[in-house]
């Protein structure tokens, strides 16, 4: 099956930084996904992109689909924005794979 | 913004005892899926189904079973709890044209 890999496992920054995280997977695919897992459990969908880029706010993502690797982009960080950022993928009608996250944490 | 509603949110129950977890959803989406979840780690499918009265294991076995006598309803239950089925159970959905996943607010469930 497709393997996904995120880097790094653990990020601490201080509030206002940038912050870039990495997935890569092992295998072509036509879904991918970034999702924010906040403290309270809740996972929420940030980007639907199995290429191209896409920007919301404050955060951008970028999928290289040829190289089989998905970058996300946080800028000026918050405290808010804390919590474990997952990367997972898919392909055709095949079940979504997760990586293991990045935690962030942002320090005030 | 998403339709796919979990209850309860937490659970704490004795061992021996049943529970059904509900979820449900208003998009009409054909897909669901059970993920189960230990606190920060990756998430793993349990069970899954593409539409009514179909119904698979997913990759990590569990000792839960699920049902889809309806397109929107994706109940997990399980007959017998025990201290190992602590865990966060996530419920998700997507349509036909959009492959994209939505997710349930999930329940965190505690065996005691």
């Known amino acids: 099956g497709i393997q996904v890999e995120q880097s790094p496992p653990d990020l601490i920054l201080q509030e206002g930084a940038n912050s870039t995280l990495r997935c890569n997977f092992s295998d072509s695919v036509n879904n991918l996904q970034w999702f924010h897992q906040n403290p309270w459990g809740q996972l929420i969908n940030l980007f639907y992109i199995p290429s191209g880029t896409k920007q919301n706010g404050r955060l951008s993502a970028t999928t290289v689909a040829t190289e089989r690797y998905s970058l996300l982009y946080i800028s000026s960080s918050q405290t808010t ?5 997952f990367c997972a993928v ?19 | 913004e998403a339709d796919i509603y979990q209850t309860p949110r937490y659970l704490v129950i004795g061992t021996g005892k049943k529970i059904t977890l509900e979820c449900s959803q208003t998009m009409g989406h054909d897909k669901m899926y059970w993920y189960q979840q230990d606190p920060g ?6 069970h899954y189904s593409y539409g009514v009265n179909s119904t698979e294991k997913g990759d ?3 000792e839960s079973t699920v049902s889809r006598i309806r397109t929107e309803h994706f109940p997990l239950t399980l007959e017998s709890a025990r201290p ?7 419920c998700a959905s997507r349509g036909q044209q959009n492959y994209g996943y939505t997710f349930g607010s999930g329940t965190r469930l505690t065996v005691v």
């Open chain 2, 60 to 62: 990590l076995s569990s």
């Open chain 2, 41 to 46: 780690m990756e998430l793993h499918l349990i």
């Open chain 1, 81 to 85: 924005d804390s919590g474990v950022y």
């Open chain 2, 84 to 90: 190992s089925h602590t865990s966060q159970y996530l």
């Open chain 1, 90 to 108: 898919g392909r055709g009608a095949q079940k979504l794979v997760f990586g293991q996250g990045t935690r962030l944490t942002i320090n005030p």
